[in-house]
């Protein structure tokens, strides 16, 4: 799987947000980088099209401003998503999936109904969701970083690892996905320091634990189906 | 009251809906219509900031370009919308009202759960409702035109003075407002051609007919009393 991530922010130097995430990726295979331009007047269509082309997962990454992407996002919408790219004849998106990495300096517990900002991600983010429906694409669950600057290192830990899934992992959305990720990245590692007894053991534990998890994921079936007769 | 339309259109030229809306309000006192220079790089955000000061009624025309505004009135926001004007000390635009104008060459029907576009305008516009929540300002719901190339004339005359009280009319949510709006209307109207006896026939018609109205009202309101009890 090919991911292209569009990242849209106009001071994308002064971001610590966007440089830690960039740094999440390092050694990451198959995700192309992709910083949208914000001095130049318009993009060059054809170049945009046979980018998005190449590649399976779309990501608009961004900092929200005014509860949108900011404007760079949405000329490139205009200017490169036209109609027949889109859901014309040639229905070139059809079949990707758009996710959507959003960070915002606001706390979560403002995006909900009666919060400070009333409304949750999910209804403000509605714009890419029917964009994502008019091109036929699968919607992926927007991955949201909240008030990045006060995560402590384990929060931003934890942050790397999934938004390193988020990216890359074709199968984030089910423990079993992301356990087969897991170890492939620690394969990976192996083959780079081969000695490690750390990774090994690791692994070994992983291996080791699938077992014991999968009789649990059978019984825990087993009781469900129970329940639901 | 002051109506301040802000106008977002990248092809404002080729627009037949933005030119009949303009022609609409020819005559109607106390309208500015602002065109976003879709050309410059960036704006005044000083006079952009004290032209909104000026208005009371806040209103963004646009296009629908992929279930948003066209990124001229993003970056409009982005730019001009700073914290300190908006939710920061100044809050220069609680109390005013936001008014959203929207065209789409979509039908209407599309707009809904299972439709083809799968969201309601209201839905889509979400965004900017929680843009008015954050700044204090009063959300009006917003003013959508459908297929405006497929309108009959009795239906783009009706779109007329629809959008004529959108746009200059405090109380246009309400009958009664209407009815005195139309009634003020007529008086102008009397006032550049006093002999004209239709448009007197006319205002006689809506003074008479209020009266019965008022009494209908009362005999309603007495029923739904009853009803309520």
Redesign the interface.
């Known amino acids: 799987m090919k991911t292209l991530i569009i990242v849209a922010h106009?001071k994308l130097i002064e971001s610590g947000t966007q440089k830690f995430l960039k740094t999440s990726l390092t050694k990451m295979e198959d995700v192309t980088w992709h910083v949208l331009d914000v001095t130049q007047?318009h993009f060059d269509v054809a170049a945009e099209q046979a980018l998005l082309q190449k590649h399976d997962r779309i990501i608009f990454q961004f900092p929200l401003?005014?509860?949108?992407?900011?404007?760079?996002l949405?000329?490139w919408?205009?200017e490169v998503?036209n109609r027949n790219f889109v859901y014309g004849t040639q229905r070139a998106l059809a079949k990707k999936e758009l996710g959507i990495v959003v960070s915002t300096g606001d706390p979560q517990r403002g995006f909900v109904a009666g919060g400070?900002?009333?409304?949750t991600l999910s209804?403000?983010l509605?714009?890419y969701?029917?964009?994502a429906?008019?091109a036929g694409m699968t919607y992926l669950p927007p991955f949201s970083i909240f008030q990045f600057a006060y995560l402590t290192e384990t929060a931003k830990q934890r942050l790397v690892i999934d938004y390193q899934q988020y990216i890359t992992n074709a199968e984030f959305q089910n423990f079993h996905g992301r356990e087969l990720w897991f170890e492939d990245q620690l394969k990976q590692k192996l083959a780079d320091s081969p000695d490690s007894q750390k990774l090994t053991q690791i692994l070994t534990a992983i291996q080791d634990n699938r077992e014991d998890l999968e009789e649990l994921g059978w019984t825990l079936s087993m009781i469900k189906d129970d329940e639901d007769e």
């Open positions: 106009p007047p401003y005014w509860y949108s992407a900011p404007a760079v949405k000329q919408e205009d998503l400070d900002e009333q409304f209804e403000l509605r714009p969701q029917a964009l429906n008019k």
